[in-house]
C-alpha cells in the first residue's frame, strides 16, 4: 500500500518546523518577516514630526497651538511670604533668553509633533526644588522602559537621572511615551502632499490645454519645428487670435485645470488634518459648511479653548506642579483673553452664551488651579 500510495500521490514530505536561532529564542519567522512586513506596509504611513514639517496644514496646526499655549502667561499660587521659582518665569536663560513663552512653545510643538515633551532640571534650590530647567528635543531622546519596567532616557551615550525629567505626553498611556498628532491621520498627509505635487504640475503647464493637430504625416524634426513655431507667435501675438495654415487643426484637450490640481481633494485632506490638531478650519481660511457655523469670533476662539488648548494647557500645568513644586503650591494659565472678556463682550448672542457660560474661566483661577506637588 505505501508503494502504490507513492507511485499515485507521490512521496510524503514532512515539513520541518524552524529551529530557533543560535542563541535566542526565534525562529526565521519571527525575526525576518515582521521586519519586512514593517518596512514594506508601515514605514511609509508613520506621522511624526518629520512628516508634519513637510505638509502646510499641519505645521500651521502645530504653530497655532502652540503660539495659543505660549501666549497665555503663567501664574503661580503658593503660600504668602514664598518667593515664586525662578522657572515659572525664566526656566532657561541660556535656551531660552525670552522666557517661559518660548520654552512653552517647544514643549507644545514637541507634544503635537512627537507626542511627548522632556524637560530636564538643570539647577535646584536648597530645599532640592527645581530652580530652571530646560527642554530636551524629542528628535534626540526617545523614552523607553529599562529591564526593571521604569522609564529609560538616553541622550546620546548617555542616561539621564530620570528624577530630573518631567516628562508631558499628548496621549498619556501604559505605552512609555505618546504619539504624534498626526500618527492615525499621516495617509491623508500623504495625500496632501501628493495632490499638492499634482496641483504644481498644473500650475506650470504641465498639463496643456489642446494640441495642434496635422492632416498630414509628420517627421520628429517637423513636429518640433511647428511647436516651436506656435510658441514663439504665441509670446508676440499679445493675446491676439491665433491663425492657422491649411492642413491644420486646434484640438481642445478637454482637460479642467480645477479637477487636474484636485482642489476639492486638497481641501478634503486639509480639513480632516486640522481636525487631528482641533484646529476650526477657518483659522486656515477654509470656509466652514453645513451646522457648526460661528458668525461670532470670540465664540470660536472659545471652542478651541474648550476643545483642545484648555486640555493641553491643564496637561502642562499639572505636570510642572506634581514634579516642580512642593505642596501647596502650583501654577495654572490666565485664559481670560479668550473666556471672561470675550464673555461679557458678547452676552447677547445666543450662539456665544452657550459656549461661554460652559466655560471653565467663568471662576476664579484660585478655583481651577492645580493641587501642589507631592
Not at 513637510?54 to 511670604?81: E, Y
Not at 523614552?143 to 528624577?163: A, T, V
Not at 491643564?314 to 502650583?330: E, N, S, V, Y
Request: proline content about 7%.
Amino acid at each position: 500500500m505505501g508503494l502504490l500510495r507513492n507511485i499515485l500521490f507521490g512521496p510524503i514530505i514532512k515539513r520541518e518546523e524552524p529551529e530557533p536561532l543560535e542563541g535566542t529564542r526565534m525562529d526565521l519567522f519571527n525575526s525576518i518577516i515582521p521586519a519586512w512586513e514593517a518596512d514594506t506596509f508601515g514605514q511609509q504611513w508613520m506621522g511624526d514630526q518629520r512628516l508634519a514639517e513637510k505638509v502646510w496644514v499641519t505645521a500651521t496646526c502645530q504653530d497655532l497651538n502652540a503660539s495659543q499655549i505660549s501666549a497665555m502667561p503663567i501664574k503661580w499660587f503658593g503660600p504668602p511670604g514664598t518667593d515664586e521659582p525662578a522657572w515659572v518665569s525664566s526656566p532657561d536663560p541660556l535656551q531660552f533668553p525670552n522666557g517661559i513663552g518660548d520654552a512653552l512653545y517647544a514643549i507644545c510643538d514637541q507634544i503635537d509633533g512627537w507626542g511627548y515633551s522632556l524637560q530636564y532640571v538643570t539647577d535646584f534650590y536648597a530645599s532640592g526644588y527645581a530652580r530652571r530647567f530646560t527642554v530636551i528635543p524629542s528628535s534626540a531622546c526617545t523614552p523607553r522602559f529599562d529591564e526593571s519596567g521604569r522609564r529609560e532616557y538616553k541622550l546620546g551615550e548617555r542616561i539621564l537621572d530620570p528624577s530630573r525629567v518631567v516628562q508631558i505626553d499628548r496621549n498619556p498611556t501604559t505605552a512609555a511615551h505618546g504619539t504624534s498628532a498626526i500618527r492615525a491621520y499621516a495617509q491623508r498627509a500623504y495625500s496632501l502632499l501628493a495632490a499638492g505635487n499634482k496641483s504644481l504640475s498644473v500650475s506650470t503647464d504641465a498639463f496643456p490645454p489642446g494640441y495642434l493637430k496635422s492632416e498630414n504625416r509628420l517627421t520628429s524634426d517637423q513636429a518640433d519645428a511647428a511647436q516651436e513655431s506656435w510658441m514663439a507667435k504665441t509670446s508676440t501675438r499679445s493675446g491676439g487670435v491665433p491663425v492657422l495654415g491649411q492642413g491644420w487643426d486646434f484640438k481642445n484637450s478637454g482637460i479642467n485645470p480645477s479637477d487636474m490640481a484636485l482642489l476639492e481633494t486638497q481641501e478634503w485632506d486639509a480639513r480632516v488634518l486640522a481636525t487631528a490638531y482641533g484646529v476650526p478650519s477657518v483659522i486656515l481660511n477654509m470656509a466652514l459648511q453645513g451646522g457648526l457655523t460661528y458668525q461670532n469670533p470670540v465664540a470660536l476662539m472659545q471652542m478651541w479653548w474648550l476643545t483642545r488648548l484648555r486640555t493641553r494647557s491643564k496637561r502642562i500645568m499639572d505636570a510642572l506642579t506634581a514634579q516642580l513644586l512642593p505642596r501647596g503650591q502650583w501654577v495654572s494659565q490666565d485664559a481670560t483673553d479668550i473666556t471672561i472678556e470675550g464673555s461679557q463682550e458678547a452676552e447677547d448672542d445666543p450662539q456665544l452664551s452657550q459656549v461661554a457660560k460652559a466655560s471653565p474661566a467663568q471662576q476664579q483661577p484660585q478655583l481651577t488651579a492645580i493641587g501642589g506637588g507631592a
